[in-house]
């Protein structure tokens, strides 16, 4: 299993490649309120009916499940700061169930106690990847934030993004952290490819970007999933960062970094974290023109990956944004908008939840 890596004194996954374009993208700040234009929530369609709404419980993780009713929305976004969600377009969806939270330690232990799976972060690295690297050097790791306690330039991740050898998901930020004590949060280093063996277990899937946005915006069409102003009474409504990125976090929400799941009210689906916390895996192949050519029922993506940046990677949507987002930084929280990460790469911030087909 291939992970892309480069080699100065420490391995850096392509992920960090990857949020380095993503990040590099966005304002030190942003008030564009295009989001908030009346054409274009006035062309949002919500057949949602609360009363619908029931729960069910997966016949092999213990999640919790939201129906969540199809119909049509309006997905994307035409924030210029977000050139790969655009253009708007109409959007339906099909009936299904969400996990109503991020899939948690708790829940993936559970998964690795009956399958013994072994997470890529936790495998080898196999040397005929990376022959350039010393064999000494290979050791399996993953990409940690590490923040520096002084400013630095924003457009080096680099400053805040480690490789860590030993880190993975039971041990998130190194072999010195663990997740004891920690299983209502959401699981973290987990790449693409191990969170579908998660949901092929559960017998489930993973989202495809359009339910996850679909049920995001649960019926909205604002800024932010949840309005259009920042904080919600007086109060933040996600968990991102708050401060300066990324080294002095005024932690203004409660949490320095991961919370644990339901840490934040639901959104009007009944759906928690979707925003926020950490960056969640969809089904998608990541291209970033796809929105001028997708399908209007139930889109799956485009047939590969294309991220014109990085042709060579193999990329797939995450949604979201994690407790390191910020408007200093990172704005991809906001709605509509979308990132990205190569297959078998993993971090501290990103983890997933899964959905399920409706049973005809
Ligand atoms: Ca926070
Ligand atoms: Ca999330």
Redesign the pocket.
């Known amino acids: 299993m291939c992970r892309y890596i480069i080699f100065p004194k420490i391995v850096i996954f392509l992920f960090i490649i990857s949020i380095t374009k993503v990040y590099s993208q966005a304002p030190m700040n942003d008030t564009c309120e295009l989001c908030n234009k009346p054409s274009f929530r006035s062309l949002v369609t919500n057949s949602f009916n609360k009363n619908s709404t029931m729960n069910i419980t997966s016949a092999e993780d213990t999640a919790t499940m939201l129906l969540i009713k199809g119909g049509a929305f309006q997905m994307g976004t035409d924030d210029p700061h977000f050139s790969d969600a655009s253009p708007i377009h109409r959007v339906i969806v099909s009936d299904f169930y969400m996990d109503e939270h991020e899939v948690t330690n708790d829940q993936f232990e559970q998964f690795v106690n009956a399958t013994h799976y072994v997470t890529i972060a936790e495998r080898p690295l196999d040397p005929k990847d990376f022959p350039n690297v010393p064999v000494e050097q290979l050791k399996p790791g993953s990409a940690v934030f590490t923040p520096p306690n002084h400013p630095v330039d924003l457009k080096d991740p680099l400053q805040w993004w480690s490789y860590v050898v030993g880190a993975n998901w039971r041990h998130p930020k190194g072999p010195n952290s663990t997740i004891v004590g920690h299983g209502k949060e959401p699981v973290t280093q987990v790449c693409y490819l191990d969170a579908t063996a998660y949901a092929k277990w559960a017998g489930k899937r993973l989202p495809t970007e359009a339910e996850w946005e679909y049920a995001a915006r649960a019926g909205g069409s604002h800024k932010y999933y949840w309005g259009d102003s920042i904080l919600v009474n007086g109060k933040w409504a996600a968990?991102?960062?708050?401060g300066d990125f990324p080294y002095n976090?005024l932690?203004q929400?409660?949490?320095?970094?991961i919370?644990p799941v339901m840490s934040f009210p639901a959104n009007k689906w009944g759906i928690y974290d979707l925003d926020g916390n950490v960056w969640e895996w969809c089904s998608d192949y990541y291209s970033s023109n796809y929105y001028a050519v997708s399908d209007s029922l139930n889109p799956l993506g485009p047939n590969k990956s294309l991220d014109t940046e990085e042709p060579t990677a193999i990329k797939r949507v995450q949604r979201g944004g994690s407790?390191l987002c910020s408007d200093q930084y990172c704005i991809r929280y906001r709605a509509g908008s979308r990132g990205k990460g190569e297959e078998s790469s993993a971090s501290n911030n990103l983890g997933f939840r899964c959905v399920k087909d409706i049973s005809k």
């Not at 968990?239 to 708050?242: E, S, Y």
């Open positions: 968990n991102i960062f708050q976090n932690v929400d409660g949490y320095v970094d919370a407790f």
